[in-house]
Structures are given as structure tokens and as C-alpha cells.
């Protein structure tokens, strides 16, 4: 099953990056988050997508908006294919998506104005249970992605790890609680090959770049998709966009990479993250 994993968008989507979806063809695409700043022209166009989406938005896709009136037309404009708190069945090909808590902005268990205002005031456990509530429904033999838009804590505390805070000293883990704790309790009764999330960029405040790739001892992959800004030109001008891309069959992750492509969806730079051993 090929995967293809939009990062942080900003707002950066347009007519080149459905030409490369296109011809790429993935079987999956999936969003983490911050589509842009509350604008209906982004949640439309995941909606609209010709290939099977799932998407979990961000803190940025509330706008400032305390009220959650963004946030809540954001969500009947994404329709099914949000799912923030729930299952995302894609089938085919085969894929369940469980969603983590949505518009996280991380910091451990932290809901905004915004979130309150649509899902009212959850409490920790409550947002531990619906993720693990709808990783259960998923067959052990299914294929399962859980995609947030933060990731789990417990991934490092430098300003460097995949979710470590860089804009403030000192360093910490940044990381969603509620998410670590689901994901510990759904590994009770299957495995989980693959964690995707964004929020957290890949260029640091201070100069450098994170680590946007771990796999743990459990071979749980994950997976941070942030390049920001994730439109860029080569050196004659021709645009290039970002895609991070997978390869999983059943519950295993045969491969995954960063991959930058111009407007013919010809790869011109990859940087591999994880290339499974053969058996």
C-alpha cells in the first residue's frame, strides 16, 4: 500500500500538488493538520480529493477563533474525511485510520478555547478511551495508522526529537499524553506499524534540523511530516513540493522516505528514513 503524507500546509496547496497526487496515484493520502488559517478553500479541496483521504486538523485550522465556529464549519466541510477522535476505514484498499485529538497544539494534555467551545471540556481519560475505542474496532490483521496532529509523548525531550520544543528554553518534550497513553493500550491486543503527525517543523528556531523518524522496540514507526515550508523551486525556478511517502503491507512499514517533486511528479530528491530488512 503506497501512502502519501502531506505535512503542514499552511495554505500551501495548489494545482501543481494535484498534478503530482495525480500522477503519483498513491492509494492513501493522508493530512496532519494545520490546513491553513481556518480557510474554507483548504478543507474543500481535502474533501475533494480523488483518492482516499484522511485528514486530522490542526490547532491552526481554528483560526484564533475561541468560539470553535471555524473549527466547526471546518468539520462539515471535511465531512468523513476528518477523523480526529475516531475511524477512518479506507476500503479499499484496506486501511483503518484512527485519529488522535484534534487541533492540538501539544504541550501534553492541553484542549484550546476552540476545542472546548465544539467537543466541550474532555478530560484526559475521556480522550484516551476514544482513541483506543476506535483502534478496537479494527481487526489485529487490518492495516491501522493512527495519524495526529501532534505526536505521542515519550519520543525524546531535546529540541532536536521528533517532538521536542525548540522555541523555548529549556528543551522538552512537547508531545500529546493522551496519545502515548492509547497507543500503550492498544499495543495490548495488536500491533501498530505506523504513527504519523506533523505540527512540529523540521527546521529548528535556533539553526538545524529535527529527527523526523524513529521505530521503536515495538517496530512502531513515527513518522513527522512538518517540512514548512513544504513548496520550494529548484535552480530554474520549477516548483517542487514536499511529500513524505510510505510503503506498508499488513502491519508492517517496508519503507519510508521524504521526497521532494517537480511538477511532473518526476523525484528529484529523497532522503530515505526506514528501508526494511529482508527476511
Same mark, same amino acid.
Given at each position: &500500500?503506497?501512502?502519501?503524507?502531506?505535512?503542514?500546509?499552511?495554505?500551501?496547496?495548489?494545482?501543481?500538488?494535484?498534478?503530482?497526487?495525480?500522477?503519483?496515484?498513491?492509494? #492513501?493520502?493522508? &493530512?496532519?493538520?494545520?490546513?491553513?488559517?481556518?480557510?474554507?478553500? &483548504?478543507?474543500?479541496?481535502?474533501?475533494?480529493?480523488?483518492? %482516499? #483521504?484522511?485528514?486530522?486538523?490542526? /490547532?491552526?485550522?481554528?483560526?484564533?477563533?475561541?468560539?470553535?465556529? #471555524?473549527?466547526?464549519?471546518?468539520?462539515?466541510?471535511?465531512?468523513?474525511?476528518?477523523?480526529?477522535? =475516531?475511524?477512518?476505514?479506507?476500503d479499499p484498499p484496506g486501511l483503518a485510520v484512527v485519529g488522535g485529538r484534534?487541533?492540538?497544539? =501539544?504541550?501534553?494534555?492541553?484542549?484550546?478555547?476552540?476545542?472546548r467551545s465544539v467537543w466541550g471540556p474532555v478530560p484526559l481519560e475521556t480522550?484516551?478511551?476514544?482513541?483506543?475505542?476506535?483502534?478496537?474496532?479494527?481487526?489485529?490483521?487490518?492495516?491501522?495508522?493512527?495519524?495526529?496532529?501532534?505526536?505521542?509523548? =515519550?519520543?525524546?525531550?531535546?529540541?532536536?526529537?521528533?517532538?521536542?520544543?525548540?522555541?523555548?528554553? %529549556?528543551?522538552?518534550?512537547?508531545?500529546?499524553?493522551?496519545?502515548?497513553?492509547?497507543?500503550?493500550?492498544?499495543?495490548?491486543?495488536?500491533?501498530?506499524?505506523?504513527?504519523?503527525?506533523? *505540527?512540529?517543523? *523540521?527546521?529548528?528556531?535556533?539553526?538545524?534540523?529535527?529527527?523526523?523518524?524513529?521505530?521503536?522496540?515495538? /517496530?512502531?514507526?513515527?513518522?513527522?511530516?512538518?517540512? #514548512?515550508?513544504?513548496?520550494?523551486?529548484?535552480?530554474?525556478?520549477?516548483?517542487?513540493?514536499?511529500?513524505? &511517502?510510505?510503503?506498508?503491507?499488513? /502491519?508492517?512499514?517496508?519503507?519510508?522516505?521524504?521526497?521532494?517533486?517537480? =511538477?511532473?511528479?518526476?523525484?528529484?530528491?529523497?532522503?530515505?528514513?526506514?528501508?526494511?530488512?529482508?527476511?
Amino acid at each position: &500500500m503506497r501512502i502519501a503524507i502531506a505535512g503542514d500546509l499552511h495554505g500551501l496547496w495548489d494545482a501543481v500538488d494535484e498534478r503530482i497526487l495525480e500522477r503519483l496515484d498513491p492509494d #492513501v493520502v493522508l &493530512m496532519v493538520g494545520d490546513l491553513g488559517e481556518g480557510e474554507d478553500r &483548504m478543507s474543500r479541496m481535502v474533501a475533494r480529493l480523488p483518492v %482516499p #483521504v484522511a485528514c486530522v486538523l490542526g /490547532n491552526h485550522d481554528a483560526a484564533r477563533d475561541g468560539r470553535g465556529e #471555524v473549527l466547526r464549519r471546518q468539520l462539515t466541510l471535511l465531512g468523513d474525511a476528518h477523523c480526529g477522535w =475516531g475511524l477512518r476505514r479506507l476500503d479499499p484498499p484496506g486501511l483503518a485510520v484512527v485519529g488522535g485529538r484534534p487541533a492540538s497544539s =501539544g504541550g501534553g494534555y492541553v484542549l484550546s478555547a476552540a476545542v472546548r467551545s465544539v467537543w466541550g471540556p474532555v478530560p484526559l481519560e475521556t480522550s484516551i478511551t476514544r482513541i483506543t475505542t476506535a483502534a478496537a474496532t479494527v481487526s489485529a490483521q487490518d492495516s491501522l495508522v493512527l495519524l495526529a496532529h501532534v505526536g505521542p509523548t =515519550g519520543l525524546g525531550s531535546a529540541a532536536h526529537d521528533l517532538c521536542g520544543r525548540d522555541w523555548r528554553r %529549556p528543551a522538552r518534550d512537547w508531545g500529546d499524553l493522551d496519545l502515548a497513553a492509547a497507543i500503550v493500550r492498544i499495543r495490548r491486543w495488536r500491533p501498530i506499524p505506523l504513527v504519523v503527525f506533523g *505540527h512540529m517543523h *523540521h527546521r529548528l528556531r535556533g539553526g538545524g534540523q529535527r529527527r523526523s523518524f524513529l521505530l521503536d522496540r515495538y /517496530n512502531t514507526a513515527y513518522l513527522n511530516a512538518a517540512v #514548512v515550508p513544504r513548496h520550494g523551486r529548484d535552480e530554474h525556478g520549477c516548483p517542487l513540493r514536499h511529500f513524505a &511517502m510510505a510503503h506498508l503491507e499488513g /502491519n508492517q512499514l517496508l519503507w519510508a522516505a521524504h521526497c521532494w517533486f517537480d =511538477g511532473e511528479a518526476t523525484l528529484r530528491w529523497q532522503e530515505c528514513l526506514y528501508q526494511a530488512t529482508a527476511a
